[in-house]
């Protein structure tokens, strides 16, 4: 590959307390005010039992919001939103009520449910009393208005001033059970614009940030994105220590980050993870990880109380962050303790404006193996617009998320996907896979099986909505919250027989820790705290697995690096757009998942712009200021993935175009085995020629010819380059990669049950790792003397008659070329058998000896052999 240069800017050391482009020195402005006038009707009031106590329900015509923080009483509320030009300084915000009247109620006001972590627990809503409270005469809230004020993008993706005020119609006495209201009033707002306008120099598009050991691989990607017509630069984090001062590493970046939006930048791409998928070390100390971290990470100190926590988690939201409301940069510490996005019980918290200032992604590459992979990924996805057939396809996964039928009995997952569909992407065709499916078309339940099959027929988006952790995504089916009767989701030892090659999805995923991107091999082994893997082996999280696939997997995956919250029931217009949806879709998860989609169908075509447009309507409508879990849900969202994304790609260029066949997003092959490449030329002017680099060496003298074999001994990610001339003179040249994996050569050891009854039928599926084949048939030895023939789908059905010990194994036949008849087929070969899955079939006898004898033949299976043969004879 050929080296990179290097290109970059330094403005400069910046002072501590520093301004926005334009904000030095500039004079005061006048202040200014706008005044609404707000009616209301007179409340009424509703009725609700939960767990056998009767509360009440505020409603108020003219509120067009919920005052929803858990444990504070549910009340009615009305929502302001406005935007000023950037800098500007919101003074205050007053709501004088025309007249105040009291009522006194028959019960308490239904507090507020607590969130519900969709984790590997059954969740169940809960509604608890905040004692401070309800246990007081005060009126609550203590004023009749609130407001946040921010600094960040507007739909237009312009700096500005974002405010969010919330007056509250009616406010509480729980010690006296006394409401005061008001059915009409006028809001004040107080402000002073910049005596000069705040503004931003045109300059580069995109900043990759990275360490200098993937510079010269990445100089592939500064190219594509310019070719695109993405002004792009290039700087290494050693640059940026050396240039700019911090408390930390991370303040160290995010002031360059600052130097960068000054001068136009919209786009931030940090290329790096932990250093290591077997042992590093997760963070310095509470506020960041830098040593064994190729691009530090910020980590909060936002956490819940309770006894499922997040002590602190990363944030990439810090790099984005860059201004307050009135154009000061946003250090995280407001207060100057030392901790950062500090916000747990007496000790306090810090004001973050929270607001995005620039889009920022994150490639996690932990080695040049995985950049390569990552890179090849988006220079391909982008060349060319994706074709309708296999793009126009949203798949959606979901079920029963919550056990809430006392209530409405939502199938959470399920009517939060439908609900972005039907609002927001239907233009897609929908490909639903659903847990409620279980009785009327299993083959479209979320089990391993039907999820890797969807995915790999390739789609434009794909959301997931449920349960998660670093390893897996899970859901319920309806009604039965027992983990061991789920449909099983999809884990990270399912990624590698994702196939969908180039038809690459962007993918959301709800629920939690699926973007837990600080996991090594022995913190989860080692049951390390946090974690969340519970001593399962998980070198890498389930994002991080998805987004690097070779061969398929997605462009792109947003998650949560921390616990994710959903809600359950019915409690109003919870986000105040004057529709009253399922709170599933209105509040915490759900609602961030519906605003991602939600910018896209209002315009966004690049990805980064879609995340931001995301966090901002979020902000905007729950500010996260006002309340710890909204604070959270927007802090952890991670994208993992180029912000500058193009979705969909970008139009082919015009003119001669080289392509390599089915290789978009790279092939998998065992050590030795022969790998066949196809050359494609199009758009030229015939005749072609073919020159092949296979050595990385920038120069294409390793093969020639349309169709090249090659294949590698030491596994490893190599790229391969082709390079077409055309009769005229043009030339083009299309790159992916060969991942060269152990075992990829043979087909995986069986899945499926191992304890077993005979005489009932049991099903069982397997799958090989490669890409190499145009068709790829399967056979089951089931190890009773009888045999599958050769099937078309990895998964076959069979039934034990006899007891004993059985051990079932899976082989492949893979072919190449188009003839339907197996002796004409262009190549074929018959790989080995894979290793074997003991099937257990016991006698029915089951005596206390026998039990214990049984149990230890499973614990040590290679043990006892005398007792093996009296036990199933």
Known sequence: MRKATISYFVVGLLLISSFAAMGIGKEAGVNETTTINIQFSEPTI??????????????????????????????????????FPFGTNVISVEFVPQEIKTMILPDKILPTPQPIIPDEDESIPQYTLDQTIYNSAEYFPTTWTNFYAGGGLDSNFEHATLLTIQTYPVRYSPATNTIQYAESGILTITYQEPAQPITFKSGYDLVIIAPSVFSDLLQTLVDAKIGHGITTQLITTDEIYAAYSGVDKPEQIKYFIKDAVDNGTKYVLLVGGLNSALSAQRRDDKNQGSVDWHVPVRYT?????????????????????????????????????????????????????????????????????????????????????????????????????????????????????????????????PVEIYASYKDTDPKMTPKPLNIVREISKGAGHLLFDGHGSPKSWNTHYPGDFEW????????????????NGGKLPVCVVGGCHNSLINITLMSSINKEPFTFTYGSPCPESWSEWLSRKVGGGTIATIGNTGFGYGTVGEHGDIDGDGTNDPDCVEALGGYQERTFYKTIDEGATILGDAWVGAQTYYQDTFPGMADQTDCKTLEQWLLIGDPSLKIGGYPAAIGLKANIEDAEAGIVAAPGENIEFHGIASDGQAPYTYAWDLDEDGVYDDATGSTISAKWILPGVYFVSLKVTDGAGNTDTYDTVASIE???????????????????????TTSIQSTNWDQIYYKFNWGDGTETEWLTEPTATHTWSAKGIYKVTAQALLVKGGAKAADCYEQTELTEWSDPLAIRVPRSLATPLVTILEKLLERFPNAFPILRQILLQ
């Open 46 to 83: 509703a009725t609700k039992t939960v767990d056998r106590e009767y509360y009440n329900i505020i409603n108020v015509e003219g509120a067009n919001a919920q005052m929803y923080h858990a444990g504070s009483p549910l009340l009615p509320m009305y929502t302001t939103k406005m935007n």
């Open 301 to 429: 100190n936002n956490r819940e109380s309770g006894e499922d926590y997040d002590p602190g988690l990363v944030s990439d939201l810090y790099y984005a962050d860059i201004y307050n409301a009135t154009g000061f940069f946003d250090t995280w510490d407001s207060n100057h303790d030392g901790t950062f996005a500090k916000w747990f019980g007496a000790s306090g918290k810090d004001t973050l404006d929270l607001y995005p200032d620039v889009a920022v992604g994150r490639l996690t590459c932990r080695n040049t193996f995985e950049l390569k992979i990552m890179i090849n990924k988006i220079i391909n996805y982008e060349k060319k617009p994706a074709a309708a057939s296999w793009f126009d396809k949203m798949i959606l996964i979901g079920g029963d998320s919550f056990d809430d039928a006392s209530s409405t009995n939502y199938y959470e997952g399920e009517v939060t996907t439908t609900y972005i569909h039907e609002h927001f992407m239907d233009e897609f065709t």
């Open 484 to 499: 061991k009767n789920s449909p099983g989701g999809i884990s990270i030892k399912n990624m590698p027989f994702l196939i």
């Open 742 to 764: 152990l075992g990829a050569g043979i087909p995986v050891r069986p899945e499926g049950a191992s304890h077993i009854k005979a005489g009932k039928a049991y099903t069982y």
